[in-house]
């Protein structure tokens, strides 16, 4: 069994910055990839960062590249998606979702077996 419940969502004025947190428990604690991915209203979601536990490479999307960081504590079991210069278009219901391994590079949904709740990011002008 897989969990993954995120945290850290909230309003903010552009420019501004959150972080959202996902604590990972159960049969992925270790060995695993983590993305976040966002989903705005009638859009598809979108993975915007992807994290292997494993040799800690990283990768984005290219709209959030250079604001957004990727990164894990494995003390706490928690993978963090720090955002900093917030744009409108930034606005979305944020998850994070993960799978086991060391292949980390899927961008479908569908390659992503465990999901959290998600958590909302609303950014205004």
């Known amino acids: 069994q897989v969990q993954l419940v995120e945290s850290g969502g909230g309003s903010v004025q552009a420019g501004g910055s959150l972080r959202l947190s996902c604590a990972v428990s159960g049969d992925l604690v270790s060995r695993r990839c983590v993305s976040w991915f966002r989903q705005a209203p009638g859009k598809e979601r979108q993975r915007v960062a992807v994290l292997s536990s494993t040799s800690l490479a990283t990768l984005y999307h290219d709209s959030v590249k250079g604001r957004f960081t990727i990164s894990q504590d494995d003390a706490k079991n928690t993978v963090y998606l720090e955002m900093t210069d917030l744009k409108p278009e930034d606005t979305a219901m944020y998850y994070c979702?993960?799978?086991?391994?060391?292949?980390?590079?899927?961008?479908?949904?569908?390659?992503?077996?465990?999901w959290g709740q998600g958590t909302q990011v609303t950014v205004s002008s």
């Open positions: 979702a993960a799978r086991g391994g060391d292949h980390c590079n899927h961008w479908s949904p569908a390659a992503w077996p465990y």
